[in-house]
């Protein structure tokens, strides 16, 4: 079954604005696992920002107990051991100061990472299919959307080592810590590509030339102004 183009117009009120935001939504949320066809950038981008912030959001609110926990250990190392910490207090500003290296007042990070992992996995899949539909209006194919992918698997692969490493014993894994930042400059340099590609000009706008990366279907996104 053929299915019709979304057109969207040049926002002219509140009212079109809002109508056109939450039929990106549903587009995207109903288009999760149909990698064929296009998707114009504000189709794209009106389903895609809502789903990263969301994404950061999440993350966030997970690293509330996380940070928590940690500062609690450091309060109760404080008053074990006033000589050996300095703690700053003004009106708008709180911070504790450590003297020396202590990996017991690390934060357990694990139960983080896993969380971490997981959200990272589920906004992968939420935008796998919009990216590769995207990609298409581009002219390109949908595989360029996987470029981050092993990078992302590499780096919560060495995270939990590295973290518990640097918790547990004095003289953590120098190796693999650099391993993992070399690692994630290379994911945030593959972000950095793959968002240059997802914000080129749509197919449809540069002269047509035959292209095998893009499938037949009509653009689901039609700049047209009203009458």
Do not use: C
Request: hydrophobic share 45%.
């Amino acid at each position: 079954m053929e299915l019709s183009p979304i057109v969207l117009y040049p926002f002219q009120d509140r009212g079109s604005a809002m109508r056109d935001y939450l039929l990106a939504l549903k587009h995207g949320f109903t288009g999760l696992f149909r990698f064929s066809g296009r998707d114009g950038s504000v189709l794209f981008w009106s389903y895609a920002a809502t789903i990263l912030f969301l994404a950061v959001f999440t993350m966030m609110a997970g690293m509330i107990p996380v940070m928590a926990e940690s500062m609690a250990k450091m309060q109760e190392f404080a008053t074990q051991n006033p000589d050996q910490v300095t703690i700053r207090q003004g009106p708008n500003s709180y911070s504790i100061s450590v003297d020396g290296n202590h990996p017991g007042l690390f934060p357990d990070m694990s139960g983080f990472i896993e969380f971490s992992a997981m959200v990272s996995g589920a906004t992968a899949i939420l935008l796998a299919a919009a990216v590769s539909r995207r990609l298409h209006d581009t002219g390109l194919s949908g595989f360029w959307g996987l470029i981050p992918v092993p990078f992302l698997i590499l780096g919560f692969g060495l995270m939990p080592d590295v973290f518990e490493d640097f918790g547990s014993t004095d003289e953590p894994d120098m190796g693999k810590f650099f391993l993992m930042f070399f690692n994630n400059l290379l994911y945030i340099g593959s972000l950095g590509l793959l968002l240059f590609l997802l914000v080129r000009k749509s197919k449809a706008d540069l002269p047509e030339e035959p292209s095998a990366n893009i499938s037949d279907d009509k653009p689901p996104q039609q700049a047209r102004r009203r009458s």
